[in-house]
């Protein structure tokens, strides 16, 4: 069975940092591209972050691209997501997924975690 765990939500002020971590278990992590999404009350999953599986390449949108930092450490079976000068709007519920192939789209990934809240005050 695939479990996917978030954790290291929280609250943040604007201009703070957060870090975000996804243990994952019941599958090959390090064959499994891993992304991050996210979601704010109201509005549509929204990809934020993916890294690949072989080369570790990374793949940012672009309204955090330069804040927000994918990384994996695959023999812990973890991804992280390192979150620099934090914005107001950045406050959503946070997922990790997995896939096997590279893709934004939310709709193409395999397995998702339950979601950790980020809320950044202004």
């Known amino acids: 069975q695939v479990q996917l765990v978030e954790s290291g939500g929280g609250l943040a002020q604007a201009g703070g940092s957060l870090s975000l971590s996804c243990a994952a278990s019941g599958l090959t992590f390090s064959v499994y591209v891993m992304g991050w999404f996210r979601q704010a009350p109201g509005k549509e999953r929204e990809f934020v972050a993916a890294i690949t599986s072989k080369y570790g390449n990374t793949y940012y949108a672009d309204s955090v691209k330069g804040r927000f930092t994918i990384s994996r450490d695959n023999a812990k079976s973890t991804v992280y997501l390192q979150m620099n000068s934090l914005k107001p709007e950045d406050t959503a519920v946070y997922y990790c997924?997995?896939?096997?192939?590279?893709?934004?789209?939310?709709?193409?990934?395999?397995?998702w975690g339950q979601g950790t809240q980020v809320t950044v005050s202004s």
């Open positions: 997924a997995a896939d096997r192939f590279t893709s934004f789209a939310s709709s193409d990934y395999d397995y």
